[in-house]
């Protein structure tokens, strides 16, 4: 019994010897610890007070029994903070290890304590059979997790994304002494302050920027501006390319756009090296599994969802490795994906009961292309050689105008998914919206009615009985519309709570098969490290078990959608 149990199972895991670990087949194996856990009281109160804005123990400690162990975690503080100071450690860095016995048992006497309590109270509370379900799924999830976490992404090749680190702070420099010729040193933080000629006053393109200020958006249909955020690379690219900028400013728009691209890159060049495991030289990320209301796992460390699948980045005439080629599966393994097939689609549209689009679904029909007819009037026929460009932007619409995207984030997306290449006019994206709205008027209609339950009730009913709550920690950061997600919240929610049955479910399956490994999950995607000689069989027995799990949570009644499960391989 635990609460965070996965957090205390990773540091008994680290503290363990190589002669213990099992390694078949010349690869490494790790001690099941999970295995003997039977109860994660963090996840309990996750499931049971949902609304609550922390389920970190000594906040629930304090409101539950009213106990508070503050000298404790006071002492503790105090050495973690001498024994940074005494080996010259990074502050956030915290050595459990330095800490003095007198001072590390207390603090976990007071841990074993306030968990055992706490376990004992809830499971006496009376709750509704299917949160006992969902406490039983969380921790068959978070077992999964830690198998994830601790077999790793791959070997990272550091040295070759080290050097290419070290190109990219070189050239981020460089652009700083370009921007900022008067500023010494030009480090890369100093170029993020403003770059535009303090009196130049600029309306370029639904952007506009005054004197001393970074560009800002002006919506095209009430004129008004947004407020003042951070500098964007879509923006930058606006600017640079509109000529009736002055072509000077062009030039620092682009570089600075650069920058913007190199910061963001950095993450794969410069950190990965720095948080790849000195013991096996794998990345690793981190899962947490009580943070995000929606349901959905919070990432940290290496955030798959993020990796973009063509970053396409050269610096100074060298051609960067794509991300995901620096995390390679181990020797004589490959790596399998599988993605659920429009997921978040399929379910917002047997929730929505929107006739036409399950209709289009269970068919198999071409659903981008039939909404790029609804949008645009053109067929492949008389749209010719500009057909792919607009199913392309259908696909765009449907993905994005489900759940209520506006014109400047439509826009945003359409920029990052051709590189850099095309910037849709802002009045353009709102006119696409609008007539995917039309097309399909029974998303709006289900955005509304949720956003008016959500204020009502403060939840949202999700699949299997499950609830989806809006804790106190999202109506006090937005007071005025966090109700606004209901719709949105009730399709994603939903769609957790599936994705926690069926990626426990496929790591059991891989368990009792020898099939393969699971190595990582991404919202609703998989990753299987496998022998290529198993290929056949790994890929009829995922999409089997994926497609049977999916019709009894969305296959039935009225509106039912049926499901389906895509198969590449991660070099591919």
């Known amino acids: 019994i635990g609460h965070n149990v996965q957090f205390d199972c990773h540091v008994m895991t680290r503290g363990l010897r190589d002669e213990l670990f099992d390694a078949p087949a010349g690869r490494q194996r790790y001690p099941a610890l999970m295995e003997y856990v039977v109860a994660d009281t963090m996840l309990s109160h996750y499931v049971l007070y949902p609304t ?8 629930v400690s304090v409101e539950l029994r009213g106990e508070s162990v503050a000298e404790s975690s006071e002492m503790l503080t105090g050495a973690l903070a001498v024994g940074r100071l005494r080996y010259g450690l990074p502050a956030k860095d915290k050595r459990y290890d330095l800490v003095p016995n007198e001072v590390i048992l207390p603090y976990a006497e007071d841990d074993a304590r306030m968990t055992l309590w706490l376990y004992e109270h809830m499971a006496i509370l009376p709750a509704h059979p299917s949160e006992r379900g969902e406490i039983e799924n969380q921790l068959a999830m978070a077992k999964t997790l830690f198998n994830i976490e601790i077999r790793g992404l791959g070997t990272l090749d550091k040295d070759y994304a080290e050097s290419i680190g070290t190109l990219l702070q070189e050239r981020m420099t460089e652009i700083a002494r370009l921007l900022y ?3 010494e040193p030009p480090t890369p933080a100093k170029a993020k302050a403003y770059f535009f000629d303090k009196e130049r006053v600029q309306d370029v393109d639904g952007l506009i920027w005054g004197p001393g200020e970074q560009p800002r ?5 009430t004129g008004k501006i947004s407020k003042q955020g951070a500098l964007s690379t879509i923006t930058c690219a606006a600017i640079a390319r509109n000529p009736n900028v002055a072509p000077d400013v062009q030039e620092r728009a682009r570089l600075y756009g650069e920058h913007i691209t190199l910061q963001a890159s950095s993450r794969y060049y410069v950190a990965w090296p720095l948080l790849a495991s000195s013991f096996d030289g794998k990345l690793r990320a981190r899962f947490r599994q009580a943070y995000v209301n929606t349901g959905r796992l919070s990432v940290e460390r290496v955030q798959l969802q993020a990796v973009p699948r063509h970053l396409g980045l050269s610096i100074r005439d060298v051609q960067a490795p794509e991300p995901k080629a620096l995390l390679a599966p181990e020797e004589g393994r490959a790596r399998a994906v599988f993605d659920l097939q429009q997921a978040e689609l399929r379910i917002a549209a047997s929730f929505a009961e929107c006739r036409s689009m399950l209709d289009l679904l269970n068919d ?12 645009f009037g053109e067929t492949p026929e008389s749209a010719g050689d500009r057909w792919s460009e607009l199913r392309t932007n259908g696909k765009r619409v449907v993905f994005s105008s489900t759940f209520g995207v506006g014109p400047a984030r439509f826009q945003s997306m ?7 290449e095309t910037i849709i006019p802002l009045a353009e994206c709102r006119n696409m919206i609008d007539a995917y709205i039309d097309a399909y008027p029974e998303y709006s209609i289900a955005y509304e009615q949720w956003m008016d ?28 519309g966090w109700w606004r997600s209901g719709w949105s919240r009730r399709v994603q929610g939903s769609l957790a709570v599936f994705v926690t049955d069926w990626v426990a479910g496929i790591e059991k399956r891989l368990t009792q098969t020898g099939l393969g490994e699971l190595t990582g999950t991404v919202h ?9 000689s198993d290929v056949g ?3 009829a027995l995922v999409v089997a078990d994926t497609v049977d799990l999916w019709n009894s949570y969305f296959g039935g009644g009225k509106y039912g959608v049926i499901g389906g499960v895509d198969y590449t391989n991660w070099g591919n």
């Not at 609703?524 to 290529?532: A, E, K, L, M, Q």
Request: hydrophobic residues 30%.
């Open 537 to 539: 069989e790994l890929e």
């Open 52 to 59: 609550n804005a922390t389920h970190a123990l000594k906040p």
């Open 414 to 420: 359409v920029y990052d998914d051709t590189g850099g």
């Open 364 to 375: 198999g029909a071409d659903v981008h292309g039939t909404t790029a007819t609804r949008i």
């Open 524 to 532: 609703d995607s998989i990753y299987v490290d496998h022998d290529p």
């Open 453 to 480: 339950y959500a204020l009502a009730n403060g939840r949202v009913p999700l699949v299997r009985g499950r609830q989806g709550w809006f804790n106190d920690r999202e109506k006090g950061r937005n007071p005025y």
């Open 217 to 221: 958006e002006r919506d095209p249909l």
């Open 181 to 183: 010729p008067e500023i």
